[in-house]
């Protein structure tokens, strides 16, 4: 009996916590993020609420500032468009076929083309995805109530449904959207497209005189790079594509990773420049060869390749199974070998005023990336951490309209994560504890290697609730989500089993 009795207790106290484990992991049937997890203030002044109370103004406070009064001017639009989202078969080559989802019929959707300073419109239709779905315009810093992140600043639009996004396309460079409702699916099977924002007449050109000289006159390209199951495709179709350019043309060439994991791009047969990373300009990029540029998940690498003056063609490859071919009338070239060298943007360009002072940062937060055995929404395993947190109990950092704020991402978790915060860009200030030394290095996806640490900052100027998460997607449904929260604003959408929204 005595034994019995002692097996029971050894039992309950392994067993006990273990239940408790499993339901404390449960996820609720609604939840709104801004009351899900634990409230990071970091260190720096006493954050305030635009009454004047200390703190977090929680989801239900009725002085808050509401995601939905945080929106573009009103006016008539620059530019107007109506993008449908369908699901149906796509024949990506002869013969092959796959599920996908569309935008007007295509996938990727077409290329959304606006001028610096335009006020954008698009009615977002959705005829038949199953589950709802969002955009997302990634890399734009957009006003909240346009950020398309389902539960988060809106409710997924179901079938027959719609939901008209606006926003002013404030900086050029190259951005990308795609649907931010059970994103791991739908961005795999191609909810997704290219958006350019050109320059404004007469803006200036960070690159300096040879570069503008050249970009006034270089043939644009954008290249979207997106799988569909094996198959690599640029701008929709498997293998190269050809662009004509005549010899002693430069062609911008736009890459845009769409993918999970890094994408290496480099340049056969011409030396080329890093004009622009993730939609800003690079400060004096010199030309190189003989380099791989590393585009992570969600991240956009814009390259500088001139057309040899022989007439051969350059090839822009974009992991070696595709490339842009710049040469005249669509010349035949054979692929190239990725260089055993990489640029690194924290040494690339030459310095530049940031137009923050990082030293003076009003907030500083620790964003460490681990993993942990335990139970994510009841189901064992070995599971991502936020500061040592499993979702949805993950870390909300909170900062005021005007802080200059500095991060620490801190990547513990064995493997690398692209990490992407909304809304805003970062600047790259070290990597590892050495400083950078090259251009300005703005980004909105870093890829942060196993046992990295990078130091970044941004000003916080663009107020609402917004996802800070890794862009490798499943890893982001898998709970690898944090939020930046400005004081004095929440949000009305609900996530959760029940609610309908799943942004990841």
């Not at 000289?213 to 199951?229: E, K």
């Not at 190239?336 to 690194?344: F, G």
């Not at 609730?465 to 989500?481: E, I, R, S």
Request: net charge negative.
């Amino acid at each position: 009996m005595l034994r019995r009795v002692v097996a029971g207790l050894v039992a309950a106290a392994v067993l006990v916590p273990l239940v408790l484990l499993w339901q404390t992991s449960r996820v609720p049937g609604r939840f709104s993020v801004t009351e899900a997890g634990a409230l990071e203030r970091g260190s720096g002044p006493r954050v305030t609420t635009l009454d004047g109370h200390d703190g977090h103004t929680g989801g239900h406070d009725a002085a808050a500032t509401s995601v939905d009064a945080l929106v573009a001017p009103s006016g008539p639009p620059d530019v107007a468009v109506t993008f449908t989202a369908r699901a149906e078969r796509v024949e990506i080559v002869p013969g092959t076929t796959v599920d996908a989802y569309t935008v007007n019929g295509t996938t990727p959707g077409p290329t959304l083309h606006a001028t610096q300073g335009d006020l954008v419109e698009v009615t977002f239709v959705n005829e038949s995805v199953p589950g709802g779905a969002t955009l997302h315009w990634h890399g734009v810093d957009v006003p909240n109530a346009a950020d398309g992140v389902a539960g988060v600043t809106q409710d997924a639009v179901p079938v027959g449904g719609s939901f008209t996004y606006r926003f002013v396309a404030s900086d050029a460079g190259t951005y990308w959207y795609h649907s931010h409702q059970v994103s791991h699916e739908q961005v795999r099977k191609g909810l997704l497209g290219a958006l350019v924002v050109s320059p404004s007449p007469g803006a200036p050109v960070a690159g300096g005189r040879d570069v503008a000289r050249l970009l006034g006159d270089a043939v644009d390209v954008p290249a979207l790079v997106h799988r569909y199951g094996p198959r690599r495709t640029v701008q929709g179709a498997p293998g190269d594509l050809p662009v004509d350019v005549p010899a002693g043309r430069a062609a911008r060439v736009r890459v845009i990773n769409t993918d999970n994991g890094v994408l290496p791009v480099w340049v056969g047969g011409a030396a080329f420049r890093l004009v622009a990373v993730d939609g800003t300009d690079v400060h004096d990029p010199p030309e190189v060869r003989d380099r791989a540029v590393v585009v992570p998940a969600g991240g956009r690498a814009d390259l500088l390749v001139v057309a040899p003056a022989d007439g051969s063609t350059a090839r822009v490859e974009l992991g070696g199974a595709s490339a842009v071919v710049v040469g005249q009338d669509g010349a035949a070239s054979a692929p190239t070998r990725r260089p055993k060298a990489t640029l690194d943007p924290l040494t690339y360009g030459t310095p530049a005023p940031l137009g923050l002072d990082p030293a003076r940062a009003d907030r500083s937060f620790d964003y460490v990336v681990g993993r942990a055995p335990g139970f994510l929404d009841g189901k064992p395993g070995m599971h991502w951490t936020v500061n040592g947190h499993t979702y949805p109990d993950v870390p909300m950092f909170e900062v005021a309209q005007g802080d200059v704020v500095r991060m620490r991402i801190d990547n513990r978790s064995g493997v690398p994560h692209p990490m992407h915060l909304h809304g805003h860009h970062v600047v790259v200030l070290a990597r590892d504890g050495v400083a950078a030394s090259g251009s300005p290095w703005w980004t909105d996806s870093l890829e942060v290697g196993d046992g990295e640490a990078y130091d970044v900052a941004f000003v916080a100027d663009n107020p609402g609730v917004w996802m800070d998460h890794c862009h490798n997607l499943p890893h982001a449904t898998q709970g690898l989500v944090a939020h930046l929260m400005y004081t004095g604003v929440t949000t009305p959408y609900l996530l959760g089993h029940d609610s309908g929204n799943v942004p990841e």
